[in-house]
């Protein structure tokens, strides 16, 4: 449960300007959909596909890190990963990949692995309407058969080039922009409930003001002075 008096102490500290932002951009974001990428070594790969999720409002990322240790570039990120929640798995000595399907299946999500190589669904035909996680893996080796043995289902993005497959964080935008708008066109409610925008307006804030750490002891202070 958000602390609405904290909530309202915070923003006499963020402008104006700024709270409508957090409103506005809270009223779009979606956890109906996530991604899920696994072992990218390529760090400007892995800051494009972050910033390509925050672009088209999904809130949160699973990152799966067997052999590569995820990094993502402000500089490509473009701060997008300030805004973005990550679910890291990345233990030693683990199977990150099967734990990480585990935990959005107790989520609700069906499992789909992007992939021009097997018999997928096409893109038009996807049923937005499902709780979906989406996973991505690097360009030449694909994902892991542990992904392709445990998916829900595939799904291609036509191509009729010479080329068969896609940079990673194309990929995504082309899945993500198509998709989402799509599910906005359904009955489905796809949003943020409002406990959660809640709770990330004011995780949000908090981010932004810079001296938080002090304003968070004063507000203590004064509530505890108050009761």
Partial sequence: MVDSDYSNYLEQFVT?????????????????????????FQPHNASAVVRTCDIFGIQEISVIENKYKFYASRHVAKGAQK????????????????????ALREKGYQIIATTPHNESCHLEEFDVTKKSAFFFGVEKAG????????????????????TESLNISVAAAIILQRFTEKLKATDVYWQLSDLEKDAKYVE?????IKSIKKIKERYELESTSKS
Avoid at 143 to 162: C, R, T, W
């Fill in 204 to 208: 949000w804030m908090e981010k932004t």
């Fill in 16 to 40: 104006e300007k700024r709270r409508n932002l957090f409103r506005e951009v809270l009223s779009k974001r979606t956890n109906h959909f996530t991604v899920a990428i696994e072992d990218l």
């Fill in 143 to 162: 994902l892991s058969k542990e992904v392709m043995d445990n998916a829900d289902g595939y799904l291609k993005i036509p191509m009729v080039g010479f």
């Fill in 83 to 102: 805004w973005i929640d990550f679910n890291y798995y990345r233990e030693k000595d683990t199977n990150n990949t099967k734990v990480c399907i585990d």
